[in-house]
């Protein structure tokens, strides 16, 4: 068998692999969006799930928000320089009033909101008013469904 | 047969090229930083020549790139992925993720998973962080423990609250290590808030100025 014969076998082997897997598995997807189709962690939560009335909680940081805001969102950035005392402070009576609180970050790949959660939970746990959750997808699910706007001009103290 | 086989073996190659010396790497901070800068060194240990594309983070709190933004390295030819990690407001041990796809490399399989732990120091340790009573329920003297956790003594100054239903008392257990907050609501019968702010003269400008919080609210059935 000459070389060629057998370069032309192994490409043909793979090609029919290749197709056979995109045929079972599908399209290939982005990394965030194959993140989003693993089983929920403990504490999360998709976005369809999410009842009427929660306080959300933006945790992405200022420069991720110019792709837009989902309106009566709270901030509250763990990477940021300022406390995050000062931060709950601020926010303190729509914490205390909240029945459940969703927190969200970029995508189903980040975990900043999934550490914020921790640190609400540990350390503020008898000021909130409801459970804490994260949103599964972040973001980008939000995004998806069309719940995100245009980022609104800064309020002094925010 | 044997062109076969080298083209096997050219396709297995092509993978797992990357070899990191320390994959996962744990940084004790120091308290008053506010970045944390960390090196994962790595050599290209296969035959052929490998591009690193991407570099991505489980955080934007961690910045990461490749020293001289080299992105080819040739077989045996070593590199190193640096991340800089914000501190931000973070405390305590916060883990984070970083992954580098080569040129060729599935989503799901980048040549570089990199962990990285860092441990900020907590100066003031609060336990709680919130108090609570319920509505109508007896208005008794709650605790907060406040422990320093420095090498060096740090004081409580002054302790002060906003909402003048609750009486605050600052107790010294140990001068510089161990003090108590001591709150107590005049009275219990409406549903509150609270914030406290304690003083201290901590170094660490971050560490200065501690915030606990009360609650009064309905009892949970």
Known sequence: MTSSVQVAIFLGIAAVGASAHWLVQGRPVSAALAAEETPLQPGEVRLEDVPDGVLWVDARPEAARADGELPDAIRLDPASAESLDRQVERHLEALFGAVEIVIFCDDARCNLSHELAKRLREDYGGLLGGEVRVLRGGAAALRRAGRLEAPRAPVPGQ | ?221
């Open chain 2, 1 to 221: 047969m044997k062109a076969l086989a080298f083209w096997l073996a050219f396709a297995v190659a092509a993978f797992g090229q990357l070899r990191v010396a320390k994959p996962d790497q744990e940084i004790h901070a120091k308290a008053d930083v506010r970045e944390v800068e960390v090196a994962f060194e790595f050599e290209n240990a296969g035959s052929e020549p490998v591009t690193i594309a991407r570099l991505e983070s489980s955080c934007s709190c961690v910045r990461v790139g490749l020293k001289d933004e080299k992105r080819r390295y040739e077989p045996g030819e070593k590199g190193t992925v640096e991340a800089v990690f914000e501190v931000g407001n973070f405390s305590g041990a916060v883990h984070k993720m970083i992954q580098g796809w080569a040129e060729g490399d599935a989503q799901g399989s980048p040549s570089l998973r990199l962990g990285l732990t860092i441990h900020l120091p907590v100066l003031v340790a609060m336990e709680p962080k919130t108090l609570r009573w319920d509505q109508g329920g007896k208005p008794e003297t709650k605790t907060i423990e406040i422990r320093m956790q420095a090498d060096d003594p740090i004081r409580v100054k002054r302790a002060s609250a906003l909402n003048e239903n609750f009486a605050l008392e600052v107790e010294t257990v140990e001068e510089g290590r161990h003090y108590r907050l001591k709150v107590t609501p005049q009275s219990t019968a409406e549903a509150a808030l609270a914030v406290f702010q304690i003083e201290t003269d901590c170094r660490v400008e971050r560490h200065r100025t501690q915030r606990a919080f009360a609650t009064i609210r309905p009892a949970k059935p």
